[in-house]
């Protein structure tokens, strides 16, 4: 049996990371709000990788992770 919210224990902290990186409006602290944001993405889709029951968050993830690469290649690209 599963403990009660080790499947969820990361979810929140995810999206507050990826929302972080996405409004992130100072150009010098976009990439590492990036970096942090992609690392938990990352661990949260490991967390859930083998649960049917979170297919929805795992689709979630994976678009949030392609938008950010979207941000980093477009706003990254403009000052670095």
């Known amino acids: 049996m599963q403990e009660p919210n080790k499947l969820t224990r990361s979810?929140?902290?995810w999206e507050a990371l990826y929302r972080a990186a996405v409004l992130e409006g100072?150009?010098?602290?976009?990439a590492e709000r990036i970096a942090v944001a992609m690392l938990s993405l990352g661990a949260r889709l490991?967390?859930?990788q083998y649960s049917a029951e979170h297919r929805m968050e795992r689709h979630r993830i994976e678009s949030a992770i392609h938008m950010?690469?979207?941000?980093?290649?477009?706003?990254?690209?403009r000052t670095g």
Do not use: C, F, S, Y
């Open 11 to 13: 979810h929140p902290q």
């Open 68 to 77: 950010l690469d979207r941000l980093r290649a477009t706003e990254l690209g």
């Open 26 to 30: 100072n150009a010098g602290l976009l």
């Open 46 to 48: 490991e967390e859930i």
